[in-house]
């Protein structure tokens, strides 16, 4: 894969991220001790990690420094990712938190990146899963960041129903 280079929004002239996840610092002037001008090369920033296990890099820019995570930076630059207070979001499509290259990366919603394709579930159907602790099935719905019990089911596709019953009832069709 051939690299491919953009601004980074903000940092116009100063720092770029490419395709392939790196970021790097563009050519300036900068004045020694305030005195004597002097070019400072182009360089690619050392990507620190954060404690979930995502790259991130500090840019600074008019002597404010501000921290990035560089998967979010590389979906903005390259699949014009607009940040939205988690409506949507940035997901790893191989689920490395560490790859992010522009081909791992896509933007999902909130419900999509949360329902952790990754592990395989119990269930097929959302907001279901198996106690084997008293071999029924369990239907639970997240509502503003907690989780509400709906009840205990011998039957798979009952607990589905009653999901779906209470989501359609009293969260609408975008929970």
Excluded at 56 to 74: A, D, M, Q
């Amino acid at each position: 894969m051939i690299e491919e280079w953009k601004d980074i929004p903000e940092y116009e002239g100063l720092y770029q991220v490419s395709n392939l996840g790196r970021v790097k610092s563009l050519e300036k002037t900068k004045l020694n001790k305030g005195l004597y001008p002097f070019k400072q090369k182009e360089i690619i920033l050392k990507l620190g990690l954060n404690s979930n296990g995502y790259f991130i890099v500090i840019l600074t820019n008019n002597k404010k420094r501000k921290t990035y995570s560089v998967h979010k930076l590389v979906a903005i630059c390259f699949l014009n990712h607009i940040q939205c207070k988690h409506e949507l979001v940035v997901n790893h499509i191989n689920f490395i938190k560490t790859d992010h290259k522009v081909e791992n990366l896509e933007i999902v919603t909130n419900r999509e990146n949360c329902n952790l394709k990754h592990i395989k579930p119990s269930s097929v159907f959302t907001g279901v899963s198996w106690n084997n602790n008293d071999k029924k099935w369990l239907a639970f719905i997240k509502i503003n960041g907690k989780n509400k019990y709906l009840g205990r089911f011998s039957n798979e596709k009952d607990a589905s129903i009653t999901y779906e019953n209470y989501k359609l009832k009293h969260c609408g069709k975008n929970v």
